[in-house]
């Protein structure tokens, strides 16, 4: 399975040139130049109207005449058109109730988990059945404030996995996984020979060869986890991988 | 691997068990490996002795402080060790607020069994004075995080807090309870270094020092507690039944081990002079 | 029965020297050594050390509320848990939460409230779990301040942090940041904190005997302080990912 579909809006952020390595805290003040700035995501115009001023911990970044805070923590919030890794956690007779790694669970109706019969020249729908337990691909259709998010499994790559592990990671650092165009993930493929899946809320589905690849992966991803703030870690994780497949007595 | 709930993934399930019976874990360790062991001790300046231990990112941090009482009527010459542990809140989502529940209950129960008995805690130097007074030793154990294997990670940090520990010796006098000057340390209180076990088992592989996924998944655990030439304790727990030739295994595997881990980790550098 | 060496209450606060018994000027902090991301299951963690003060603080959320009736449908709940262990003090305690850690627990909870954006999380909770492993005065002062430490850990957006500490007078004289002993055997006790959106203070309690002259250059003195203790926080966050930058940049990958 390939992880094509992207949201490109995220993936530039960590590498852009607009963002700067200032790493900025929450009541910091990120400028006093009102005139010529604007408060963008993660920021907030004070009171007095006089200085734009950070509400996470995170980057500063500067794109057009927008001031952004690039956020280095923070938990997932649930937006239609996501993908998200889902963990079966209750079930009763007209839905599934999923774990999204999100203030909600998530609703999964069995109308949105049906796929054409597999039996040549039939047109028969049929609902896939879930247990408690199974890790399932999914989109976000709707999430409101007043209502549960809600799940479907129709789609391409969407679906019940069978095999391999899920990992979870900080949200935010989820687009330095995949890179700039997927440059990030693309060389982890490579480099480990394993499939990976990565989703917007935060978890990551891997299978690889073996043990040891995936021991490799895990600890790849754990680095980019916490080195996502710095520059040429594309590079950095290469060589990473390269120097543990020879410690480790890997090809 | 994937944030901590109630429910685990059935693919988690599947991975550990099938790499298990490869005899691989997915931190790299042996089947018989303990994960990396780091001790703190004398770190809490209001208690008489203390000690941190981290087992693998399992944290535990236990305090010893003392009181003077009245012994139980039945062992008028020997003091109290009672021990007592909290499973914080904040050491993982899946502990909740409130008084000890059946997890906190178990592992202040097993630790006690393990450390206890075998005459490790000196109770008889414990005593001022017969049928009077006697020393009143708390041993509370507090969980800052849980990554699997609270009881073995409790354990050693209860023994070193004991082993750190300096008490202030008391003498009556005139019916008053008066202080020496000096003070009991862990000589006084420890005499033996019993270490707990524990052993996890998922279908028919049995392994060491379960993480906080093999625990979730486990069927049965047995914790066993041994000093140089001795078990002093053995507890069953989970649903997972052990055949006989098992346990054998287990009880001869963990003297070994025993022996091994405890010469590595040489507890008793951590008592306190003056 | 009474324990065998009871707790010291000195006569003089004060050494010949003009200095406090453990050695401060009037107005210095004692030493401050604070730390992020310790506890690895929380969302967000802190751990503090103030004088012997060992404070670890943890946040979870949001997450769902327990027990149910207390989630409010149109904005989010801020719960904190102030807890002391049983080997925190001189004296053993007892390990339930009593009356005096629950009343600090509102009272944090009051103040930390106002820099949170509780609207945005409708029908759930963030839980601060605080956790004193060793006190020696100023505990919901150094709680407080490490308990914001968490939260901006944590990634909750947060219009500033909050910094605490507390003023008081001992032996006649107006001193900044008391200690265990301070506390006990001082006149007057002066706990507050600030919050640095407003530069406001969400939380104060006066206990003791001041002027009103003393009570006023108390606050003022305070202000100061708590600039000194908002830089520690700032710099304990940014420390987090500055020593990475530093180590990657110096050529080790």
């Known amino acids: ?251 | 691997m994937m944030n901590i709930k109630r429910v685990i993934s059935t693919i988690e399930k599947d991975y550990i068990s099938e790499n298990l019976k490869k005899g691989k874990r997915i931190d790299g360790r042996d089947i018989w490996e303990y994960r990396k062991i780091d001790i703190s001790h004398d770190i809490i300046k209001s208690a008489e002795g203390s000690a941190e231990v981290k087992l693998g990112e399992t944290d535990i941090i236990t305090g010893i402080k003392y009181d003077v009482g009245e012994p139980f009527p039945d062992l008028p010459d020997e003091g109290v060790c009672t021990i007592m542990a909290e499973l914080l809140p904040l050491a993982s989502p899946l502990f909740e607020r409130g008084p000890p529940d059946e997890q906190s209950i178990e592992l202040a129960r097993v630790v006690d069994r393990g450390i206890r008995h075998a005459d490790c805690i000196q109770t008889k130097k414990l005593c001022i004075k017969e049928n009077e007074a006697v020393y009143i030793i708390f041993v509370d154990m507090f969980v800052m995080n849980y990554a699997g294997n609270l009881i073995d990670a409790g354990g050693i940090s209860a023994l070193t807090a004991l082993i750190s520990s300096r008490i202030p010796e008391g003498v009556m006098k005139d019916g008053n309870l008066e202080w020496t000057g000096n003070y009991l340390n862990g000589k006084d209180l420890v005499k033996e270094l019993p270490l707990i076990m524990t052993f996890g088992k998922i279908g028919d592989i049995i392994f060491l020092d379960p993480n906080l996924a093999e625990e979730l998944v486990c069927e049965g655990r047995i914790s066993i507690s041994v000093t140089k030439d001795k078990i002093v304790s053995i507890q069953k727990s989970g649903v997972a039944t052990f055949s006989i030739e098992e346990i054998q295994g287990l009880i001869k595997r963990s003297m070994e081990l025993g022996r091994e881990i405890r010469d590595k980790l040489d507890l008793w550098q951590y008592k306190v002079d003056k | 029965m009474p324990l065998i060496i009871n707790d010291v209450y000195p006569e003089k606060l004060f050494r010949e020297d003009g200095k406090r018994l453990d050695g401060r000027e009037k107005n210095e902090l004692r030493p401050i050594k604070m730390e992020v991301g310790v506890i690895s299951n929380a969302d967000g963690s802190a751990y503090l050390e103030w004088g012997n003060n060992k404070i670890y603080a943890a946040v979870y959320g949001p997450r769902e509320v327990h027990p149910h009736h207390l989630a409010k449908p149109d904005k989010g709940i801020l719960r904190v848990f102030y807890r002391m262990a049983t080997f925190s003090v001189f004296e053993r305690k007892r390990p339930a939460p009593g009356r005096r850690e629950k009343e600090i627990s509102m009272i944090i909870t009051d103040c930390l409230e106002p820099v949170l954006f509780l609207e945005l999380y409708p029908g759930t909770a963030f839980e601060v779990f605080i956790e004193v492993m060793d006190a020696d005065g100023g505990t919901r002062c150094a709680s407080t301040t490490v308990a914001a430490l968490a939260l901006a850990d944590a990634g909750v957006p947060m219009r500033s942090l909050v910094s605490s500490l507390a003023v008081g007078k001992i032996d006649g004289q107006l001193v900044t940041d008391l200690s265990g002993i301070e506390d006990k055997a001082g006149e007057a006790d002066l706990p507050c904190a600030i919050t640095w959106f407003n530069e406001e203070l969400s939380l104060l309690q006066f206990d003791g005997d001041m002027s009103i002259d003393e009570l006023n250059e108390s606050l003022l003195n305070a202000r100061k302080a708590l600039d000194e203790i908002h830089q520690l926080q700032l710099i304990a966050l940014k420390r987090k990912y500055t020593s990475i930058l530093e180590e990657v940049e110096g050529g080790e990958s």
Request: hydrophobic share 35%; charged share 35%.
């Open chain 1, 1 to 251: 399975m390939e992880n094509d579909e992207i949201e490109s809006e995220e993936l530039d952020e960590f590498e852009s040139d607009e963002t700067n390595r200032e790493i900025v805290v929450p009541g910091e003040v990120l400028t006093e130049d009102v005139e010529n700035y604007n408060p963008g995501r993660g920021t907030l115009l004070n009171k007095d109207k006089n200085k734009i001023i950070a509400l996470n911990i995170g980057l500063k970044q500067i794109k057009k005449n927008y001031i952004n805070v690039i956020p280095l923590r923070g938990f997932y919030t649930a937006r239609p058109g996501d993908k998200v890794i889902a963990l079966v956690v209750d079930k009763n007779p007209v839905k599934y109730k999923c774990d999204i790694n999100a203030k909600d669970i998530a609703i999964l109706k069995p109308k949105n988990t049906v796929r054409r019969g597999k039996i040549r020249g039939s047109r028969s729908m049929e609902a896939e059945e879930f247990d408690i337990g199974d890790i399932l691909v999914a989109k976000i259709i709707s999430a409101d404030r007043l209502n549960m998010p809600e799940l479907t499994l129709v789609g391409k790559y969407l679906g019940k996995k069978e095999n391999g592990i899920v990992i979870s990671i900080d949200p935010p650092k989820i687009p330095r996984v995949i890179g700039r165009n997927g440059s990030m993930i693309k060389l982890l493929k490579n480099l480990t020979k394993c499939n990976i899946f990565v989703t917007q809320n935060g978890r990551i589905w891997i299978k690889g060869e073996s043990i040891e690849y995936e021991r490799l992966l895990i600890d790849a991803i754990e680095k980019i986890e916490r080195e996502a703030h710095t520059v040429g870690l594309t590079d950095r994780m290469s060589q990473y991988i390269e120097n543990e497949k020879q410690k480790r007595g890997m090809k």
